[in-house]
């Protein structure tokens, strides 16, 4: 690197004088840094004479003036140092001027520097160096920059600067303008850390509220009103049965984490994402504040066990925490209920020929289970017989207006359909898959004559759930029921939102716990009569309920 | 060319008309004693009314990207040059045979509209950017001083051809658009732009002109004239827009080099003494 014979610069004879009569300009690294905290007296003053002294020589250039908002009058200056006409990084003065006079001046300048600032490497050069390095390619508009880099040691380098958006970052690099060497970089990310990227169960890239802790990115939700928060249980299936139970507490240690904020472990990314999205869709279409209605934690639990293990699990763990997810009233150490999403098949295990991936991976199954939350603050539905179905029916309904609300419609992966779990399981398989639209396609009820009666599924909550759920297709796309024969008129695709506000009305706020397939009736029609006065949406519901063969 | 476009303009309409009738007006203040040949006038002074060809700063008008969200948002600012006459005066004095010096001032001005676009990008999701979109007005004013040497040539008696040029300080203001953001709100649905901003960067810059005047006198003392000039400096101005934001989510400040001055072409009333 060329050096320049060094010479007192202005700066420094000023750093000298300043230093013999101003307590509030730090000294740091012998004569060559200086803090500048000047609020009165004569410290105040040699800062405001270096400043303008400095502005002058064009060692200090002006970057920036603003209206102090706060203080009517008040402006700030910033000034930002230049050696030889490029800028030194971290140099830069903050002055705030009250009727001309100077009220303050922070910063930091550097003195004596003696770096030569004819660079020997070509921008085009440091732009090749700083794309290899970051494998993503430098914004057109911000080419690297020639800037004077002070260094630990006090000395200078003459380096060429600019900043690139990776696909999970953003950073900023400095490349030696003569040798070409890296010679420092960081993240211009700590602002906004608030959102991570990763890759879904299906591998669509999605984007998660995370929190930024010593380093490392949290799947702590802290962009919405409330905590929402993804645990990896890291397959210790005793320890998610303690924490149920409340027996062992969570810890910030628990939380699903990552480095780089580009989260690779798919089961978090959707589990996280998708709780959101399900806040999200509570909150915008019918103002319900999570699923309490006063912004409780939701709290989420993933990798409850090993799927590798699955030979040496228990049928219960293989039933509950493989091939299921649950929602937990009351469960956790403050006792405000818990998630749990099943892990899935490995390889080449199936179910009756399908397999089955991590069930973070359906939003619909995320959905549903956060809606069993939504009730058990609501109108706490039973968990068995006719109660328990529509329990199921409900989750099933917001679960499915969740998947319209964010997701295009369509057949396939990661689109808006009247299935349920159609995304983590292939082939669709009867007894996990429902469908809203014909449930006889996976042997479920779509009309009262069908109801199972047995002790089963908790006397058919499952099963039975699709009677209600099947309502609510009709009113909204219609069709002939295929049992009995009863065709009706749906309000249409366009009107939804609006029949899933009318069960979201009856189901959270009408219902009583021990609530029938009648009642749930009168309150949906209730419901709708007080949604849409034209009565339209009534009449879609009515038809649909005797369709279903509920009067 | 780096740091600018340049856009010749017609002649405007108002600076035509007026040349008309300065013509007229001072054609018919006749006075047929032409005793006195050109260049045995000392002194001289002129007031010129023209258009400039002028540039825009490209960093200006180009797309801003910046991350935002783990994603790339977009500021855009399409400016359309709104011109205005250009108004010019000086005066000078032969010092010796047909040389001598005149000093001037110049003020252009343009108050372009700009359209003003941010896209920022929402925090839930990819490619569901917030929108934002206003007009809005910035002015461009550019103020310089001349202090030039001449060579002047008298063709004839009524006509004297001026030829100059020297140093020039240029004084410029220039206004930058911007958006005003506030806070993000949950659910992040509506864009968190409030509205536009306008910022007045200013700088003063040395540079160069040379040019040619060609005046005819109608009567001893009065004329009127036609000047041609070139001017040329080049300021380096910071074109980021201002706030919290931008400071925020810029990679880095961004400055454009803008090319001042330009050619101008003007016409007005000569006096001589």
Redesign the interface.
């Known amino acids: 690197m060329t050096r320049r014979r060094r010479t007192p610069s202005l700066l420094g004879i000023a750093f000298a004088a300043l230093l013999a009569c101003n307590a509030d300009a730090d000294a740091q690294d012998g004569l060559r840094q200086r803090t500048f905290a000047a609020t009165a007296g004569l410290a105040l003053r040699q800062a405001d004479i270096l400043a303008d002294r400095l502005a002058r020589r064009g060692e200090l250039r002006l970057?920036?003036v603003?209206a102090d908002t706060v203080l009517p009058g008040r402006l700030h200056q910033r000034l930002?140092q230049r050696h030889d006409g490029l800028p030194v990084h971290g140099g830069e003065l903050a002055r705030q001027l009250h009727g001309g006079l100077t009220v303050s001046v922070f910063g930091t300048l550097y003195s004596d520097i003696d770096v030569d600032t004819t660079p020997t490497l070509s921008s085009d050069a440091a732009r090749a160096i700083i794309q290899a390095r970051a494998g993503a390619p430098i914004?057109p508009?911000?080419a690297p920059?020639l800037t004077v880099l002070p260094q630990a040691d006090g000395t200078y380098l003459l380096t060429y600067?600019?900043?690139v958006?990776t696909r999970?970052d953003?950073r900023?690099y400095f490349v030696d303008a003569h040798s070409g060497a890296i010679v420092d970089e960081y993240s211009?990310?700590t602002?906004?850390g608030?959102?991570?990227?990763g890759i879904g169960v299906l591998g669509d890239?999605?984007?998660i509220?995370v929190t930024p802790v010593g380093g490392v990115f949290l799947a702590d939700d802290s962009?919405?009103?409330a905590d929402v928060l993804t645990y990896d249980m890291r397959g210790d299936v005793e320890r998610v049965l303690r924490v149920l139970s409340g027996t062992s507490a969570l810890t910030v240690a628990d939380l699903a984490a990552d480095a780089d904020?580009f989260w690779e472990q798919p089961a978090e990314v959707d589990g996280h994402?998708y709780s959101?999205?399900t806040y999200?869709y509570f909150?915008?279409s019918f103002g319900r504040r999570g699923v309490d209605g006063n912004n409780l934690r939701i709290i989420s639990l993933v990798h409850p066990v090993q799927r590798d293990a699955i030979l040496t699990a228990s049928a219960r763990d293989i039933d509950l925490f493989y091939l299921n997810a649950f929602y937990c009233p009351g469960c956790g150490p403050d006792g405000n209920g818990i998630l749990v999403y099943g892990e899935g098949l490995p390889d080449p295990f199936t179910v009756a020929g399908s397999t089955v991936d991590f069930f973070t991976g359906a939003l619909d199954i995320v959905a549903h289970e956060l809606t069993h939350a939504v009730t058990f603050f609501t109108s706490r539905l039973g968990t068995r017989d006719v109660p328990g179905a529509l329990n199921e029916a409900f989750s099933d309904i917001m679960g499915t207006a969740v998947e319209f609300f964010f997701q295009k419609p369509g057949d396939g992966p990661l689109k808006a359909d009247y299935l349920v779990g159609e995304d983590i399981i292939s082939p669709l398989l009867a007894g996990i898959n429902r469908s809203l639209e014909d449930p006889q396609r996976f042997g479920d009820p779509d009309h009262l004559s069908g109801l199972f009666t047995g002790f089963g599924d908790r006397g058919g909550v499952h099963t039975n759930s699709t009677i209600a759920s099947h309502a609510f297709y009709l009113a909204i796309e219609g069709g002939t029921n295929r049992t009995s024969g009863v065709s009706v008129r749906g309000v249409g695709a366009s009107r939804r939102q609006q029949v899933a506000k009318a069960f979201f009305r009856a189901f959270a706020f009408m219902l009583p716990s021990n609530a029938t397939f009648e009642i749930a009736r009168a309150a949906t029609l209730q419901a709708a009569r007080e949604i849409d006065p034209t009565g339209a949406l009534q009449t879609a519901l009515t038809d649909a309920w005797r369709a279903v063969g509920v009067h | 060319m780096r740091g600018g476009r340049f856009r010749f303009g017609a002649l405007g309409r108002p600076a035509a008309q007026l040349a008309v009738v300065l013509l007229t007006v001072l054609g018919g203040m006749t006075d047929t004693a032409w005793a006195q040949p050109a260049l045995a006038a000392r002194w001289f002074v002129g007031a010129d009314v023209g258009v400039q060809t002028t540039a825009l700063a490209d960093r200006a008008t180009e797309p801003i990207t910046f991350a935002r969200f783990a994603e790339r948002g977009e500021l855009t600012r399409t400016q359309e040059i709104g011109r205005r006459p250009t108004v010019a005066v000086a005066g000078g004095v032969r010092l010796w045979r047909t040389l001598g010096v005149r000093a001037g001032f110049l003020q252009f001005t343009r108050e372009d509209d700009v359209r003003v676009s941010l896209n920022i990008p929402h925090p839930f999701f990819f490619d569901r950017p917030r929108s934002f979109q206003q007009d809005t007005t910035v002015e461009y004013r550019e103020r310089s001083v001349d202090l030039h040497g001449f060579w002047s040539r008298a063709l004839g008696d009524r006509v004297e051809l001026q030829a100059f040029g020297g140093p020039t300080i240029y004084y410029v203001e220039m206004e930058v658009a911007g958006v005003s953001v506030g806070d993000e709100v949950f659910p992040f649905e509506a864009s968190p732009a409030r509205g536009t901003t306008v910022s007045k960067r200013r700088a003063t810059q040395l540079g160069w002109t040379v040019g040619a005047d060609l005046s005819v006198f109608l009567t001893r003392h009065v004329g009127v004239g036609w000047l041609t000039r070139f001017s040329r400096a080049a300021a380096d101005i910071a074109v980021s827009p201002s706030g919290a934001f931008f400071d925020e989510v810029l990679e880095a400040p961004l400055s454009d080099r803008v090319e001042l001055g330009g050619v101008l072409v003007s016409a007005g009333v000569r006096f001589r003494f």
Do not use: C, H, I, Y
């Open positions: 970057r920036l603003q930002v914004n508009t911000a920059m600067e600019a900043s958006f999970n953003l900023r211009r990310l602002k906004q608030t959102v991570g990227t890239r999605k984007k509220a962009l919405r009103p904020n994402a959101g999205w999200d909150f915008r």
